[in-house]
């Protein structure tokens, strides 16, 4: 059994996860920000599609570390398998755990956004800083390799 292949499905998988949460919990403060909107009989702005939608990225994340890069490697050198299950679990969650703290920046940017109409910039920045971490666990995880 290839541990490393192993590896390149929990990064893919757990990176995945973490997207799929926190898209739902911005997604969620997307939908209440228009729906305050629209009782205000304001027009519903699309641009806080960004915050509902910010978390996605870590999948693609996992798909090209996993997929891209630790499958070949797993394949090339099966005796490093353990340390390439490794580099997955450990990569997969930093993922994971950057989406859902981007979701929940994301939360906040809409329902702020939304209610006053301004700021989007400011808080999409914030969104752009939770979105780093899953960035320096991908590239640092592909340097280990």
Known sequence: MNLGLIGAGIVMGVAAIGSATG???????????????????????????????????????GYILGFLFMKPAAIANPENGLLYLGIGAASGFAMAFSAIAQGKAGAAGADAAGETGKGFVNYMMIVGICETVAIFAMVLSMISL
């Open 23 to 61: 898209i739902g919990i911005a997604g969620q403060a997307v939908i209440g920000a228009w729906k305050k909107c629209y009782i205000g009989n304001k027009p519903a702005p699309m641009t806080l599609l960004a915050f509902g939608g910010a978390p996605l990225t870590q999948t693609f994340y």
